[in-house]
């Protein structure tokens, strides 16, 4: 088993930065992918960015640039820089682990943070 935990959202204005954090607890080495997702008000959840143990990362086309995940494996914590941020990029953010166990994959969430950017 796995547990999320964020941090780090909060309100910004636009062309502000912010750092989200997730720190994992359980069974941290057994994790593949791990990554943010968001969910915007009356929007389906989308993929932001992910990194894989060995450090291969994956972005949103709409985030390339903008943001950066990033993985400290001795900590079990990841976490996404957000810069230049963007009234759009306001959302619930979520953290996601996915773990590969008894033949099949299993995605862990956690709670969700909040980013609201004004204009």
């Known amino acids: 088993q796995v547990h999320l935990v964020e941090s780090g959202g909060g309100l910004v204005q636009a062309g502000g930065s912010l750092r989200l954090s997730c720190a994992a607890s359980g069974s941290f080495q057994i994790i593949s992918d791990i990554g943010w997702f968001r969910q915007a008000q009356g929007k389906q959840r989308e993929l932001v960015a992910t990194i894989s143990t060995g450090g291969s990362t994956n972005y949103a086309d709409s985030v390339k640039g903008q943001f950066t995940i990033s993985r400290d494996n001795a900590k079990n914590t990841v976490y996404l820089q957000m810069n230049s941020l963007k009234p759009e990029d306001t959302a619930v953010y979520y953290c996601?682990?996915?773990?590969?166990?008894?033949?099949?994959?299993?995605?862990?969430w956690g709670q969700g943070t909040q980013v609201t950017v004004s204009s």
């Open positions: 996601n682990a996915r773990t590969f166990q008894s033949g099949r994959w299993n995605d862990f």
